[in-house]
């Protein structure tokens, strides 16, 4: 059974500052990792992948991974009150499906 | 460039009865798959449609079906609802993996249909 843990939240952080968000992952031969935004209501939107150990930087947003602790994460910094959001991770095995966590819920207060 | 595109947006029915969803993949994409997302939780895998065909499966009943055309596009029907299969359907399209079946294409959901079952 493949299993994707997210903290549900919600976190609560200050408009400027970082958001970290966290995911463990229990598919050792997982190859692929996305992190997609969730605003209620709505559908996921893709906003980054990563497919290699280490830190991969797309604007605010960086993601990072580390397949030995099979552990990834995505900072957000600036974190506006736009990002609120949910954060769901998703875990792409080699048949090319994804397992989703149940996703963290992020509040920017202004 | 169109995006994925699924319909109806919002569908009402009562137990017993049988629904179709549809969804056409974005522009240049191949493979189709079908989530269900159920309120406060994250999207669980249905199935996997490529060259017409179901390639991979998740842990649901028989009562979920569906078809690929040679357009591309799906259809998701399921027979027999149920109350618990209140939640939002959403399709996501991608290019095709590999032959060997490794594949890491990112994919990109449509704007989902909510089921209601009465």
């Known amino acids: 059974q493949k299993e994707v843990e997210q903290n549900s939240g919600p976190l609560s952080v200050p408009e400027g500052a970082i958001a970290s968000l966290n995911c463990t992952y229990s598919d050792r031969v997982s190859q692929s990792f996305f992190w997609y935004r969730q605003y209620s209501g709505k559908s996921p939107e893709l906003i980054m992948s990563?497919?290699?150990?280490g830190d991969k930087e797309d604007g605010r947003f960086t993601a990072q991974l580390n397949k030995a602790s099979q552990y990834v994460s995505l900072l957000i910094r600036d974190s506006q009150p736009s990002d609120s959001a949910t954060y769901l991770c998703a875990v792409m095995d080699g048949y090319s499906t994804l397992t989703f966590g149940k996703g963290t819920m992020l509040l920017v207060s202004p | 460039d169109a995006g994925v595109t699924q319909s109806p947006t919002h569908l009402i029915k009562t137990r017993g009865q049988q629904v179709t969803l549809r969804c056409s993949p974005k522009?240049?994409?191949?493979?189709v798959s079908w989530y269900q997302q159920a309120l406060g939780q994250g999207p669980q895998f249905i199935f996997q449609y490529y060259e017409e065909e179901e390639r991979q499966r998740g842990n649901f009943p028989d009562r979920f079906s569906g078809h690929q055309f040679p357009n591309y596009s799906s259809e998701l029907n399921v027979n027999a609802l149920l109350l618990g299969d209140s939640a939002l359907y959403l399709c996501a399209s991608s290019t095709a993996a590999t032959m060997t079946g490794t594949g890491n294409q990112p994919q990109h959901f449509g704007d989902g249909t909510r089921l209601s079952i009465l």
């Open positions: 522009s240049g994409h191949d493979t």
């Open positions: 990563i497919y290699s150990n």
